[in-house]
């Protein structure tokens, strides 16, 4: 049962809930970074990295942290593997780390990485969250990789840094800033087209946040008021479903008693029935 429910995390992250196509999040790295199919796999790979061990890490201080300082303490956490992965692309793979620049500092602030804190890590075992975190930096790294295959192939001719069309024949715009707005563009069309799940077509289910989950625009300040409407919440659901339950048991007890009166009366029937034949 357990094995199931980590290849359930990995194929949510990957399928169902893919944080580029489906949550629509970490739009800047998505579009800054995929000019190239090596840069999108190599700043997929990276954030996966981070959010592997935050999503383990925050899993395992959940019941460590306090609630009011949640946030700060996972950029802290955040910051630290962030520095540390950055360290280690420019130790080994100083070219990769040269062309991502300022977005591997930035990961930090991904929201992808706060979002699987926030929403599924600081409420989850860590195993399942580590299992998370593989899927969601898959999803992330398939989605760059892809979009990052697209626009170099438009753009540059190339597949992986092979040059298979001629120079004139690129749509250089491709590797352009605004190259990577088509094609998100075009993507985000495809999926409406074929009515995908989407953050575009109101087809994902809202946040169960209180707020609406509206991170963009939070101050931090709404998190203990959060927490008292989802405790309303759900205590209107448990309300509702006890309601519910009692509705179901007194229509049960009036079929019962429907039937019992029924039986009566045809036996009664039946004990007149043989006077007539006397």
Same mark, same amino acid.
């Given at each position: 049962?357990?094995?199931?429910?980590?290849?359930?995390?990995?194929?949510?992250?990957?399928?169902?809930?893919?944080?580029?196509?489906?949550?629509?999040?970490?739009?800047?790295?998505?579009?800054?970074?995929?000019?190239?199919?090596?840069?999108?796999?190599?700043?997929?790979?990276?954030?996966?990295?981070?959010?592997?061990?935050?999503?383990?890490?925050?899993?395992?201080?959940?019941?460590?942290?306090?609630?009011?300082?949640?946030?700060?303490?996972?950029?802290?956490?955040?910051?630290?593997?962030?520095?540390?992965?950055?360290?280690?692309?420019?130790?080994?793979?100083?070219? #990769?780390?040269?062309?991502?620049?300022?977005?591997?500092?930035?990961?930090?602030?991904?929201?992808?990485?706060?979002?699987?804190?926030?929403?599924?890590?600081?409420?989850?075992?860590?195993?399942?969250?580590?299992?998370?975190?593989?899927?969601?930096?898959?999803?992330?790294?398939?989605?760059?990789?892809?979009?990052?295959?697209?626009?170099?192939?438009?753009?540059?001719?190339?597949?992986?840094?092979?040059?298979?069309?001629?120079?004139?024949?690129?749509?250089?715009?491709?590797?352009?800033?605004?190259?990577?707005?088509?094609?998100?563009?075009? #993507?985000?069309?495809?999926?409406?087209?074929?009515?995908?799940?989407?953050?575009?077509?109101?087809?994902?289910?809202?946040?169960?946040?209180?707020?609406?989950?509206?991170?963009?625009?939070?101050?931090?300040?709404?998190?203990?008021?959060?927490?008292?409407?989802?405790?309303?919440?759900?205590?209107?659901?448990?309300?509702?479903?006890?309601?519910?339950?009692?509705?179901?048991?007194?229509?049960?007890?009036?079929?019962?008693?429907?039937?019992?009166?029924?039986?009566?009366?045809?036996?009664?029937?039946?004990?007149?029935?043989?006077?007539?034949?006397?």
């Amino acid at each position: 049962g357990n094995m199931n429910k980590y290849v359930e995390r990995i194929s949510n992250g990957i399928f169902k809930e893919n944080p580029t196509f489906v949550l629509m999040l970490g739009m800047c790295p998505t579009l800054a970074v995929t000019t190239s199919a090596v840069n999108g796999l190599g700043m997929g790979l990276s954030t996966t990295a981070v959010l592997v061990f935050s999503n383990l890490i925050i899993s395992a201080l959940r019941k460590i942290i306090p609630d009011r300082v949640r946030i700060p303490a996972f950029i802290v956490i955040v910051a630290s593997l962030v520095t540390i992965v950055q360290l280690l692309m420019q130790g080994y793979v100083p070219s #990769l780390y040269s062309s991502l620049g300022i977005y591997i500092p930035l990961i930090v602030v991904n929201c992808i990485i706060l979002g699987r804190a926030e929403s599924y890590a600081s409420k989850n075992d860590a195993v399942s969250s580590l299992f998370d975190g593989i899927g969601m930096g898959l999803g992330f790294s398939i989605a760059l990789t892809l979009i990052g295959i697209f626009r170099e192939f438009l753009g540059g001719g190339a597949f992986f840094g092979k040059q298979i069309i001629p120079e004139d024949f690129h749509i250089s715009i491709f590797i352009l800033a605004p190259g990577a707005f088509f094609v998100l563009a075009i #993507l985000t069309a495809l999926q409406n087209k074929f009515k995908a799940p989407s953050a575009t077509n109101g087809s994902v289910p809202q946040s169960n946040l209180a707020c609406g989950g509206n991170c963009a625009s939070c101050a931090g300040s709404a998190c203990a008021d959060n927490h008292l409407k989802l405790a309303e919440k759900a205590a209107e659901e448990a309300a509702r479903a006890a309601a519910a339950k009692k509705a179901a048991a007194e229509k049960a007890l009036a079929a019962k008693k429907a039937a019992e009166e029924a039986k009566a009366k045809a036996e009664a029937e039946a004990a007149k029935e043989p006077e007539k034949t006397e």
